[in-house]
């Protein structure tokens, strides 16, 4: 019954996923806004810190992943 809810649940969720945006159209309204006229500031500390971010979480995930088949092909 458990396994029942859950998977209804998901099933909900991903209709309510699948009514939002692609696209944030106000966000992207405001950013083009900002580059006409020419307001838009690029904060070079923010993207570096969001790039090494990410790739520390792909070597976590990818080392997790590698580690995880490993353990499996022992089984």
């Not at 998901?10 to 992207?28: Q, S, T, Y």
């Not at 971010?53 to 997790?64: G, Q, R």
């Given at each position: 019954m458990v396994l029942?809810?859950?998977?209804?649940?998901?099933?909900?969720?991903?209709?309510v996923i699948k009514g939002l945006p692609d696209i944030?159209?106000?966000?992207?309204?405001?950013?083009?806004?900002?580059i006409?006229?020419?307001t838009?500031?690029?904060?070079?500390?923010?993207i570096a810190f969001k790039m090494i971010k990410e790739f520390?979480?792909?070597e976590?995930?990818?080392s997790h992943e590698?580690?995880?088949i490993s353990k499996e092909l022992r089984l």
């Amino acid at each position: 019954m458990v396994l029942y809810l859950k998977a209804k649940e998901i099933r909900e969720l991903a209709k309510v996923i699948k009514g939002l945006p692609d696209i944030r159209e106000e966000k992207v309204a405001e950013l083009k806004k900002q580059i006409d006229q020419g307001t838009y500031k690029i904060d070079g500390k923010k993207i570096a810190f969001k790039m090494i971010k990410e790739f520390i979480l792909d070597e976590i995930l990818l080392s997790h992943e590698s580690f995880s088949i490993s353990k499996e092909l022992r089984l």
